[in-house]
């Protein structure tokens, strides 16, 4: 599986990427590791406060769809010298290395892929990192010959739901539910 580098900005619509402490960080996209799972597990809560997966789940989820599952992940930092420094009490930019992820389970079929999960940390939101993320995901199963790609958002998310309908997505159902009572999902699919 190979990596991505990216510096800044990145390739596509997504090439705002910068860095909101004034450094110009370097990115790549990879596959997720054995190793990053702990960082995950934290990253994920992050992201997902209410709806984290249990530390078991994610590492069974990691085990079945490794080859689906990329994180993003900060290489380095270097100070721009007309930029003020990292606004952060102890002087750093962020605590992250990895910044965001993508999860992507497959159907037997071979037709249609599944974003089961995807995320990118507070500080680091509205930069291009999930949009990167979501045309890397799209990206790699277009090449693998899938034919199409679904999700369901919540629908009050609007941060999501207007970066699935830019990225192609089509809103086909509310369902009521979907997570449990009174949970309920907006159903998308996007064909490739
Ligand atoms: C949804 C999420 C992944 C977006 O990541 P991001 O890096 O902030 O998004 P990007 O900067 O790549 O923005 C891409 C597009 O998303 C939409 N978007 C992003 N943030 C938005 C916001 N706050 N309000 C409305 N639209 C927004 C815009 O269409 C944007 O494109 P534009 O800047 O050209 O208008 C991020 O907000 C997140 O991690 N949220 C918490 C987890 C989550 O809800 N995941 C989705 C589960 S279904």
Known sequence: MSEKRYGAPPHGSGG????????APEFRTRPAMECDLSEL???????????????????????V?????????????????????????????????LLGYVLVGTSTDGRSGWVLGLGVVPDW?????????????????????????????EPANAAALALYESAGFRQVELRKDYFGPGADRVYMIVDL
Do not use: K
Not at 16 to 23: D, E, I
Not at 81 to 94: K, L, T
């Open 16 to 23: 705002r990427v910068h860095s909101p402490f004034g450094l």
């Open 41 to 63: 597990a934290d990253l994920d809560h992050e992201v997902f406060p209410h709806w984290a997966y249990p530390y078991f789940v994610l590492r069974q989820l990691f085990d």
């Open 65 to 97: 769809h490794q080859q689906h599952f990329w994180v993003l992940e900060r290489l380095h930092e270097r100070p721009i010298p007309d930029r003020p420094p990292p606004d952060r009490p102890d002087g750093s930019a962020s605590g992250h290395n």
């Open 125 to 153: 939101r509205g930069h291009g990192l999930g949009r990167l993320l979501l045309h890397e995901a799209i990206g790699r199963l277009r090449a693998e010959g899938f034919a199409q790609v679904r999700l369901t958002a």
